[in-house]
């Protein structure tokens, strides 16, 4: 959105609107990808910490 003389207004609605949406929806995006990655984290650490190694992979792995 261009005004025909407006070098300030620009400004003013960059520094104002624009920038801190563009702060504000980085922001969000992290902390949307790490609540959806928050179980998943969760299961495999569960799973990791009571997995029980049964003698086939015993095996493979000696």
């Given at each position: 959105?261009?005004?025909?003389?407006?070098?300030?207004?620009?400004?003013?609605?960059?520094?104002?609107?624009?920038?801190?949406?563009?702060?504000?929806?980085?922001?969000?995006?992290?902390?949307?990808?790490?609540?959806?990655?928050?179980?998943?984290?969760?299961?495999?650490?569960?799973?990791?910490?009571?997995?029980?190694?049964?003698?086939?992979e015993?095996?493979?792995?000696?």
């Amino acid at each position: 959105m261009k005004f025909r003389n407006g070098g300030p207004v620009n400004r003013l609605l960059f520094y104002c609107v624009k920038l801190p949406g563009i702060y504000f929806l980085m922001v969000a995006g992290i902390l949307f990808e790490f609540i959806i990655q928050l179980p998943f984290i969760i299961i495999c650490s569960l799973e990791n910490l009571f997995h029980t190694r049964t003698d086939s992979e015993e095996k493979i792995t000696s």
